[in-house]
């Protein structure tokens, strides 16, 4: 194998364990919300992107299909922590909004991540954080290319 070949290898190894290393950091992190991580996902978001952002923009952040989000999104709002409003002149979409209770449960959360990420990435220099946040943006475009490539294939 080249030294290229391995530096490949070695990268796309890399991102499952690392992914359920965050994944079980974040999961401890914000376990001081008392709210599981599938619910404190879409608080997060809506307080990161703003009120009002569509249903389907939070599924694609998450990563999950938007049919996929509908029960968590049920549960939030039984708990009063946030509620859909349709957006005006699109029946089928719903916007997010953060209720009182979900804001301020979404504040306590950043400052556990925010804390979090500064545990984690300390001693990572800010430029070797940028290269690497290109590196995996660029991989992410080519795979999500190459996926749809593979798609119109078979079209």
Not at 92 to 100: E, K, S, T
Request: proline share 4%; aromatic share 4%; no cysteine.
């Amino acid at each position: 194998m080249s030294l290229r070949a391995n530096s490949q290898y070695a990268f796309t190894s890399a991102l499952q364990p690392t992914k359920q290393a965050w994944q079980q950091a974040a999961t401890s992190a914000l376990a001081v919300s008392g709210l599981s991580v599938s619910l404190a996902s879409p608080l997060l978001l809506v307080s990161l992107l703003g009120d009002g952002v569509s249903q389907r923009e939070i599924a694609e952040k998450i990563g999950v299909h938007p049919g996929a989000l509908v029960r968590t999104l049920d549960k939030a709002e039984q708990s009063e922590l946030l509620e859909r409003r349709s957006i005006p002149g699109n029946r089928r979409a719903q916007g997010i909004y953060l209720l009182p209770k979900g804001r301020q449960l979404a504040v306590k959360m950043e400052g556990a991540m925010e804390a979090l990420r500064t545990r984690l990435l300390k001693g990572i220099p800010k430029d070797e954080l940028d290269i690497a946040i290109r590196s995996l943006r660029t991989f992410e475009e080519n795979a999500r290319g190459f996926v749809d490539e593979e798609r119109n294939k078979f079209k």
